[in-house]
């Protein structure tokens, strides 16, 4: 029997796909990338929010000074900051709100900024500030309107 170069049998085409091993290297190449890459980018986003925080304790140093010009002291207590948006009974000389929203934000990580007056940091005026990522009160990463001593 001769064969023909014309013969008509199915000739297997040659497949081009990648092996598990191609598979699996490239998906080690992304693991590691993404175990580079995504620390970098979530240390940011903690320094955006601390840069957030700061500036919201920025906002409302200026609003409590406006409100000590008006009324010769600074709002007393531990809600002291509603006195900024809400006129206080005895108040006669009251020109707020003092802040541009209808409500005291959270800090970034959704935890109530602490407001005192007196301070125990600043006696003389007043101490805010917001516990933070730990949402834990006198700890290492507060943010306040004093400085820290370490």
């Known amino acids: 029997m001769n064969v023909h170069p014309t013969d008509h049998r199915p000739r297997r085409k040659p497949t081009s796909a990648f ?45 409590l000074d406006a409100f000590d010009v008006d ?23 009251w020109h707020g709100p003092y802040l541009a929203k209808d409500a005291i934000p959270p800090d970034p990580w959704g935890h109530d900024y602490i407001y005192e007056c007196p301070g125990r940091h ?7 500030y917001s516990t933070g990522p730990d949402g834990q009160p006198n700890t290492a990463d507060d943010i306040c309107n004093w400085t820290i001593r370490r």
Request: aromatic letters at 6%.
């Open 122 to 128: 600043n006696p003389s005026s007043y101490d805010i």
């Open 71 to 93: 009324m010769g002291c600074y709002p007393q207590g531990k809600n002291g900051l509603q006195e900024l948006l809400v006129q206080p009974r005895d108040a006669q000389n």
């Open 19 to 63: 092996t598990l091993v191609e598979l699996l290297l490239v998906l080690v190449i992304l693991g590691l990338l993404a175990a580079l890459v995504l620390p970098k980018f979530s240390g940011i986003s903690q320094r955006g929010r601390v840069t957030a925080t700061q500036t919201q304790l920025s906002a409302f140093a200026t609003a």
